[in-house]
């Protein structure tokens, strides 16, 4: 109502700003900190904060102005009323403030990432392997002689198939 924002230390770390030489970021002013392909979000957020008057949370990106660092950022935000809306509930009251908290998510963004891709990387591997398997399959069954019928009596015939070295499907037969 009053066009301030104040913020506590920690919100101006997570931004990389030193509280003692910068002014907090209004939430109108937010955008221009916010990775250009995140600014939708942040839009979505602010609007259900100021027009639709619900809690909301997000998650995106910023640019920090100090060091250029693109940090994961979560933010919870909820609408704060005027002393009306608190005493005669449903008649909505006027709008007389925010409150919410700022949370940088980037190592659990990065980890999220760095899983994603090595379950990728394990998936790729995993196919490799059947597909080497069924090479090596396919190689040992054309090598090995096809079934021959003896007509003598006591005798057995076995075929066989050994790599000569161990932890290989086909090598050196």
Do not use: N
Request: charged letters at 25%; glycine letters at 6%.
């Amino acid at each position: 109502v009053r066009g301030q924002t104040r913020w506590s230390d920690d919100a101006f770390s997570v931004f990389g700003l030193d509280p003692a030489h910068a002014a907090p970021i209004p939430l109108a002013e937010l955008d221009s900190y916010v990775v250009a392909a995140d600014r939708p979000l942040v839009r979505r957020f602010r609007q259900s904060l100021l027009r639709q008057r619900e809690p909301a949370a997000a998650v995106f990106r910023i640019v920090r102005p100090e060091d250029g660092a693109v940090r994961q950022i979560r933010v919870f935000a909820e609408p704060v009323f005027a002393e009306a809306a608190l005493t005669s509930p449903g008649t909505g009251g006027d709008l007389a403030g925010l409150r919410g908290a700022f949370q940088d998510v980037s190592a659990l963004y990065h980890t999220q990432v760095a899983l994603a891709a090595t379950r990728t990387q394990l998936a790729d591997s995993e196919q490799r392997a059947a597909e080497e398997h069924e090479l090596a399959i396919r190689l040992q069954r054309a090598i090995m002689p096809g079934e021959r019928r003896v007509d003598e009596e006591g005798l057995d015939v076995a075929v066989r198939y050994r790599p000569a070295e161990a932890g290989y499907l086909v090598a050196g037969d």
